[in-house]
């Protein structure tokens, strides 16, 4: 099924009921959204010769415009190639070239970079906004293009941190399962009611925004179009039980932010990256407990397991402590299984890597036949991800499998030994590496953003941790890198220690 069909359905069932919203102000109705949408596909069709399949990209920053040429791509019956703005001309430019895409949608701001970048094989571009976008409303309107479980509909474009990003071919299907996950199991309630994008629309929180349509919910954006923590607390009396998608990052600034608006959040859903039970505890004491985990990946989108928001809220003292120190269980659509090199189920409680099957999990990687066929192995979905399930069907995730440091024949897990240091209250962030070392094959290195001494973390390390885990070095930095999702570069730390230790 098309996913354009949940907006088309509800725009008939319900007209007047607001779909969209800028800041605190309504903007359009579902009847206003759903004809302009059937409009503009049909522009695409018979204006920019687009046939169902094909792929169209958006480059644009979070704007309800976005969310409008999201759904025209979708009603026409080709797929949607979603290009974060934040990336560079020329990573943009392989994505629109690896993607196949002729046709590209940009805002006002990404015009000059994405013209002066543009491949050969990019023939049209449409910038948001326009007379040229206006004109896409006055085509006569069409019906929705039947498109089948399978059909494609989102080329997931991979963050990259380790090389060219993979283009995870994400289905109508796929869409719908990590739909109907999120509102029966994550926001139950909330999935109705008003969803602000803060996040990137072209990863994680666009891919809520298609639940709040199905519930009639309303897509709010924020007026600077990107997070702001003040702005966005601000937001808080006009959207009761305001719910969202959040990077760790975001929610410590948040947590951080010293603007008290007088309003409730509904649900908060943390995930991309890890997120520290220090500061997870910290958030639940500023806002109470609001928070919900999820843990995923573009080839299975937010939906392999999940900590919901009532297990956290219903639970105290250390019994909070730890599951905040998971990622949950398995989604109820979902298999979550930890496994060994050969792909055999290992007990409870040992480590191995995290894999999963379901119908959220991708069908391939687009134009990469081998990658597809390494991930996708044996009918799971390998995350490349390290892990234990305990008894109760709880997954703690303990570092990608990249990441794991060697040291004289004992395998160390890097987020264990950043836990440990992130509880002294002179350090705001740390990122734990293993550096080459002749003796011991890799030896343990710590970068810390803050004021603490090393003689302070290292005792501190001693207290908590086997000596062998603990850090060799430990390195001031004043920012830890970090690409556009808020994910730690480690790649990029490898090559700073490489200067540093040489």
């Known amino acids: 099924m098309n996913m354009a069909a949940w907006l088309e359905r509800i725009g008939r069932a319900t007209p007047d009921r607001p779909a969209l919203a800028e800041g605190g102000r309504i903007v359009a109705t579902y009847g206003e959204v759903a004809e302009l949408t059937a409009r503009r596909a049909s522009a695409l069709q018979s204006r920019y010769g687009v046939k169902p399949g094909d792929r169209v990209a958006i480059i644009a920053e979070n704007d309800v415009l976005y969310f409008k040429a999201f759904y025209a791509i979708w009603h026409a019956g080709a797929c949607a190639v979603p290009v974060n703005a934040k990336l560079h001309g020329r990573e943009i430019a392989y994505i629109l070239e690896h993607s196949g895409a002729h046709l590209v949608i940009v805002s006002q701001a990404m015009e000059s970079i994405v013209a002066e970048f543009a491949p050969a094989s990019l023939q049209r571009m449409i910038v948001l906004g326009t007379k040229e976008w206006g004109e896409l409303s006055k085509a006569d309107p069409v019906a929705v293009n039947p498109v089948s479980d399978d059909g494609l509909a989102w080329l997931f474009y991979t963050s990259g941190t380790t090389g060219r990003p993979k283009g995870a071919m994400l289905s109508h299907g796929n869409l719908a399962a990590c739909s109907f996950a999120y509102a029966m199991e994550q926001n139950p309630t909330g999935y109705t009611g008003a969803i602000l994008h803060a996040a990137p629309m072209s990863h994680g929180s666009g891919l809520y925004m298609m639940a709040h349509v199905m519930g009639g919910g309303i897509n709010v954006i924020p007026e600077s179009g990107h997070f702001d923590a003040d702005e966005i607390l601000s937001l808080l009396p006009h959207w009761p039980g305001l719910s969202m998608f959040a990077a760790p990052t975001m929610i410590k600034r948040l947590t951080q932010s010293g603007i008290d608006a007088g309003g409730q959040f509904g649900t908060i859903i943390w995930g991309g990256a890890p997120m520290y039970v220090a500061d997870s505890l910290n958030a639940i004491s500023r806002f109470g407990p609001v928070f919900g985990q999820l843990y995923g990946q573009g080839e299975s989108p937010m939906t392999i397991t999940r900590l919901t928001r ?162 060799k070095h430990y390195i001031a930095i004043d920012a830890l890198p970090k690409n556009n999702y808020g994910k730690v570069l480690k790649t990029e730390l490898r090559l700073i220690d490489a200067k540093v230790s040489s």
């Open 310 to 471: 009532d297990e956290i809220a219903a639970s105290q003292g250390d019994e909070r402590v730890f599951l905040l120190g998971t990622a949950g269980r398995a989604f109820a659509s979902m298999e979550c299984a930890i496994l060994d090199q050969d792909d055999k189920p290992v007990a409870p409680g040992e480590m191995g890597e995290i894999c999963a099957r379901g119908p959220a999990v991708m069908r391939g990687y687009w134009n990469n036949e081998k990658a597809s066929a390494d991930t996708l192995n044996n009918g799971w979905l390998h995350t490349g991800d390290v892990g234990t399930i305990d008894a109760r069907g709880l997954l703690t995730l303990k570092d990608r499998s990249k990441d794991l440091v060697i040291s004289g024949g004992s395998n160390i897990y890097p987020r264990e030994i950043e836990e440990v240091l992130l509880r002294h209250p002179k350090v705001r962030e740390v990122s734990i590496i293993g550096r080459p070392d002749p003796e011991w094959g890799e030896i343990v290195v710590a970068y810390v953003v803050g004021d603490a001494m090393p003689p302070e973390l290292d005792a501190l390390c001693l207290s908590e941790l086997a000596r062998f885990k603990r850090p």
